[in-house]
């Protein structure tokens, strides 16, 4: 009896000692699966690897622009791509900005409005359903104004919060109303006796002061 005692004893103490974890084993570098590597030990923080996909596809700079197809500009916020403006329909992106719209025969579409001493909603009323609008040129960001379909049915006298709201395509977001260009009080008499005042507009991530009836 004690034999037996004795042989279940030293098998007992061989489990534990084979189990136990080893710190002096250093295994042959692999890892999971064949490998046979023990996982149990590893200390590699994933969280600072250079690759993190976690991020958005697409992430970019603030301030970086590029054309969404030939439909809308982008604009960077917050590490992401989101849309800017959709372009007017006579218009289409190209080098980060809605263009110029296409000159179309026999229409005001395509014509400047700002050739008269600076831009007028007046310039491209020959016709109905057509605003003045503006348009960033890419190489020197500044404004220049072109006819186009309108883009919503807000005028001067409207309330707006956004750029679609608006016939010109343009909400002054301070003023809180739709811009329509002006350059003197004459211009807005048509819009129930509003003034020509100098208003503050963002136009694709260029901000400059305009006149405008208000």
């Known amino acids: 009896m ?45 969280a600072g690897s250079a690759v993190d996909l976690s ?40 080098n980060d900005y809605c263009g110029q719209p296409a000159l179309v025969l026999g229409t005001q579409i395509g014509a400047r409005c700002d050739l008269n001493g600076g831009a007028q909603q007046l310039q491209c009323m020959a016709k109905p359903g057509l605003s003045c609008q503006p348009f960033v040129d890419p190489a020197t960001k500044n404004l220049r104004w072109f006819c186009d379909s309108g883009v919503g049915p ?39 006796g509003l003034t020509c005042q100098s208003l503050e507009i963002t136009v694709e991530g260029v901000t400059v002061t305009a006149k405008g009836c208000a």
């Open 154 to 192: 807000g005028t001067a006298t409207t309330h707006c919060t956004t750029n679609a709201q608006c016939r010109s395509g343009v909400c002054a977001v301070k003023a809180g109303i739709c811009f329509d260009a002006c350059q003197r009080d004459q211009d807005c008499s048509l819009n129930g």
């Open 55 to 94: 991020g958005p596809m697409g992430a970019c700079m603030q301030g970086e622009r590029k054309c969404a197809g030939i439909v809308a500009s982008d604009r960077c916020e917050a590490g992401m791509f989101v849309v800017d403006r959709t372009c007017p329909s006579g218009s289409s992106c190209a």
């Open 2 to 46: 004690r034999f037996f005692a004795t042989v279940a004893a030293l098998a007992l103490a061989c489990t534990v000692g084979c189990t136990a974890h080893n710190p002096s084993y250093a295994g042959d570098g692999g890892g999971g699966g064949a490998g046979g590597g023990d996982l149990a030990g590893v200390t590699v923080d994933l």
